[in-house]
């Protein structure tokens, strides 16, 4: 769902500096043609973000209030499970369950001059329809999102739909995607604690040369207390959506920050 482009020599080491003029306006000038013939949500540079979320450079603090798993900082809130999804050893998403609503974070390097939210956007929708679910695109309290009905099989082996928002946000080399689930999904007006959480949120993209899209890599603080995954619910409130990941899925557990 979430692929990744085929990507220019140029971008994979994105900050280094010691490029010659010619080879900049060479680069720019390839930045200029659209990549499609609609072209008019590719190559755009990252948008403000006045109310988050935000770079590390940007925080004097990013500790405070917020769970450290080095990639991300994640705002706490009373009363919310917080779960990491486990891609072979590395921790790459942190989702965020409150009550019966959940925010799943993933956080990807990206072009040092341009977002790619746009483009995104189109690719999930694109596979989300080819599985025969609705996309619709609207601009929500966050921006632009996708608000999906993705179709799933039920326990009883019978079809249904699994309503999703997908959010995100393009940040100084870095890319943050949520995708809120259960109510705050059915009902956006009930997700304004999750989208404060996803507004609140710290990326650390760190120096490292990173392609655009690999996943930002996290870690589990020092003083966790982990619940493994064999405490998972019944399958009965186990809903998949297109890209494989589940939000609802109960992944090891945080239970206790000292």
Do not use: H
Not at 30 to 35: D, G, H, L, S, T
Not at 145 to 157: H, I, K, N, S
Request: glycine content about 12%; hydrophobic content about 35%.
């Amino acid at each position: 769902m979430f692929r990744r482009r085929k990507v220019r020599e140029d971008a994979i080491d994105e900050f280094d500096e010691a490029e010659s003029p010619e080879e900049e306006s060479e680069q720019t000038a390839e930045a200029a043609e659209p990549e499609d013939s609609g072209g008019s949500r590719y190559n755009l540079p990252p948008a403000p973000r006045p109310d988050g979320p935000w770079d590390i450079s940007e925080v004097q603090q990013p500790g405070e209030g917020r769970v450290d798993l080095g990639g991300l900082f994640v705002p706490g809130v009373d009363g919310m499970e917080l779960r990491v999804e486990v891609a072979g050893e590395s921790i790459v998403a942190a989702t965020v369950v409150l009550r019966d609503s959940a925010i799943q974070l993933q956080a990807f390097a990206a072009p040092r001059s341009e977002g790619i939210w746009g483009e995104v956007r189109d690719e999930i929708a694109s596979g989300i329809t080819q599985q025969g679910g609705i996309v619709d695109e609207v601009e929500g309290p966050l921006g632009w999102e996708l608000r999906a009905q993705v179709p799933v099989q039920l326990p009883d082996g019978t079809n249904g739909v699994q309503l999703v928002r997908f959010v995100g946000c393009d940040g100084p080399r870095w890319f943050l995607r949520g995708v809120i689930s259960g109510q705050g999904a059915v009902q956006p007006g009930a997700a304004g604690v999750l989208e404060a959480v996803f507004q609140d949120t710290v990326v650390v993209r760190g120096d490292a040369p990173m392609a655009p899209r690999d996943p930002i890599v996290l870690q589990l603080p020092n003083d966790a207390q982990m619940v493994p995954d064999g405490t998972a619910p019944d399958q009965a409130d186990v809903q998949k959506f297109g890209d494989g990941i589940d939000p609802m899925r109960r992944g090891p557990e945080i239970t206790e920050l000292r």
